[in-house]
């Protein structure tokens, strides 16, 4: 079966990348959730390592059928969008993720319930997840890598070690989840003041039409850690959801 470039399909082929992913991501005994595993190279290696259970969600039909045929019983195979597909909580979510919407999976994960996650990444996303405040990198998806987890770049891998090489290095990342549950509303109040960085919090959110009356800080979203922003989503909450 040939890959699919519009799905992002740069399979990992270094077995001993494969190897670390599935032993960082330590699932004996646990529920794991493996997402786009493509020919099941990396699905292989995680059944070594004797989990309680593996689901693996896989967009393109005839890899996923490829995998019922191959694992059979041993995995349960969903073949769907995994940003469309709802879950019950799984204790590890492990995956090799297509470039092209690694920031939409990442805030879908933030809204689910789980211990940790070994993820490939972009190299360029990785360093996006970790960024600190006033950087060119950071971002929405700083905050949400770093308020809902314990983020760290654990490996840096070449292109070279997929097939077909990407144009770009990756990254395998840990992220280990925190007692971080906001309101709903709070990814939203995170694409409105990041949609303007460049302007005032506080015009950010009036131009939204979020009247502000309680003083703010004179400070844009890039400047803002994500605790400050937590602290401010607190105090507009009421009013994002009106």
Do not use: C
């Not at 960082?24 to 786009?36: M, S, Y």
């Not at 919090?201 to 400050?228: D, M, N, Q, T, W």
């Amino acid at each position: 079966m040939k890959q699919k470039k519009s799905m992002g399909q740069h399979f990992l082929q270094d077995n001993s990348l494969l190897e670390f992913e599935a032993t960082l991501a330590n699932p004996k005994g646990r529920k794991v959730l493996e997402i786009g595993p493509g020919d099941g190279r990396l699905t292989e290696k995680l059944l070594q390592n004797s989990p309680s259970s593996l689901t693996v969600i896989e967009k393109d039909s005839e890899w996923a059928a490829h995998l019922q045929k191959r694992f059979g019983e041993e995995i349960n195979v969903v073949s769907g969008d995994f940003l469309e597909e709802d879950f019950p909580s799984f204790d590890v979510v492990v995956g090799n993720i297509p470039y092209y919407i690694t920031s939409p999976i990442l805030y879908r994960l933030a809204e689910m319930d789980f211990r940790h996650a070994v993820l490939m990444v972009q190299l360029e996303v990785a360093r996006k997840m970790v960024a600190r405040p006033r950087s060119s990198e950071y971002g929405r998806l700083s905050v949400v890598a770093q308020l809902f987890f314990n983020t760290q770049i654990v490996k840096r891998v070449k292109k070279g070690a997929f097939s077909p090489s990407p144009k770009v290095d990756s990254a395998i990342v840990l992220m280990v989840r925190k007692p971080f549950n906001p309101e709903k509303s709070f990814l939203h109040f995170l694409r409105i003041i990041f949609q303007h960085k460049n302007q005032m919090v506080k015009k950010a959110l009036e131009h939204e039409g979020v009247h502000v009356e309680v003083p703010l800080p004179r400070k844009r979203a890039r400047e803002l850690s994500p605790g400050e922003i937590a602290e401010m989503h607190e105090k507009f909450r009421v009013l994002l959801q009106e």
